[in-house]
């Protein structure tokens, strides 16, 4: 039986009914486990999406066909090394460009919620009162977001971050996300727009690589899962 993988623009699918076969997407990477980012940058997330679907004997069979599967990036870079595989440049210049300047997320899990009321000393619920916004998420979920700046910097920004050292793992995970790394064109064209990229410190591959499945894995936390457990 012939299997043909197919790859379609996750804007294409976002409002149709196969949406509801892909599993949770993740920050600046469209949809987790089948699918992998182009270069370019959602509105909601750091990339667009592509997913795949499975012609079988010429019927198309949707995204749960490909649930149990690795993700597609993950086999490419089975099948030959990745471009970094050297390792890449990256030192911070601070020019601010990936906390603020234009309209987007900063996601965040339940992890990064717990460490940035320890380091404010404040509940849960006084945090995300005072520091965050619900978000319209894939597949009808609502999660938790950090508020933006009328000028759209990071509600955290202040001439640098007010919570460094606590600051979420999407933030300091950048830029080794998974999307960017997808391919050397892909880096190239984020680097454009930060000046850190491709300049200072050399990180090896296996730091890039535990960085990005980091990055993958801090899922945010939901509305539902927030009033389940900070529920006063």
């Given at each position: 039986m012939d299997v043909v993988l197919i790859a379609?623009?996750?804007?294409?699918?976002?409002?149709?009914?196969?949406?509801?076969f892909a599993s949770?997407?993740?920050?600046?990477?469209?949809?987790?486990?089948?699918?992998?980012?182009?270069?370019?940058?959602g509105p909601l997330h750091g990339g667009v999406g592509w997913c795949g679907l499975a012609l079988v004997n010429h019927s198309?069979?949707?995204?749960?066909?490909?649930?149990?599967?690795?993700?597609?990036?993950a086999i490419t870079k089975n099948m030959?090394?990745?471009?970094?595989?050297?390792?890449?440049?990256?030192?911070?210049?601070?020019?601010?460009?990936c906390c603020g300047h234009s309209p987007g997320f900063v996601y965040l899990s339940k992890s990064d919620l717990e460490r940035l009321c320890a380091y404010f000393k404040m509940t849960a619920p006084d945090f995300a009162q005072k520091y965050c916004r619900w978000a319209n998420y894939y597949h009808g979920t609502t999660?938790?977001?950090?508020?933006?700046?009328?000028?759209?910097?990071c509600i955290l920004w202040k001439d640098g971050c007010t919570a460094y050292q606590s600051r979420p793992l999407q933030c300091s995970t950048y830029p080794?996300?998974?999307?960017?790394?997808?391919?050397?064109?892909?880096?190239?064209?984020?680097?454009?727009?930060?000046?850190?990229?491709?300049?200072?410190?050399?990180?090896?591959?296996d730091y890039i690589d535990k960085t990005s499945t980091a990055y993958d894995q801090n899922t945010p936390?939901?509305?539902?899962?927030?009033?389940?457990l900070y529920s006063e």
């Open positions: 379609l623009p996750y804007y294409s699918l976002a409002n149709s009914t196969v949406s509801p949770p997407p993740f920050r600046g990477s469209g949809i987790r486990l089948h699918c992998f980012a182009t270069r370019l940058r198309i069979l949707f995204l749960h066909l490909l649930w149990h599967f690795p993700p597609i990036h030959q090394e990745p471009f970094y595989k050297n390792g890449l440049k990256f030192t911070c210049k601070r020019c601010s460009f999660v938790l977001a950090l508020q933006e700046q009328k000028n759209y910097d080794f996300w998974s999307w960017m790394l997808q391919d050397q064109a892909t880096w190239n064209e984020v680097a454009q727009d930060c000046p850190g990229m491709n300049s200072g410190q050399l990180w090896p591959k936390i939901t509305k539902e899962q927030f009033d389940t």
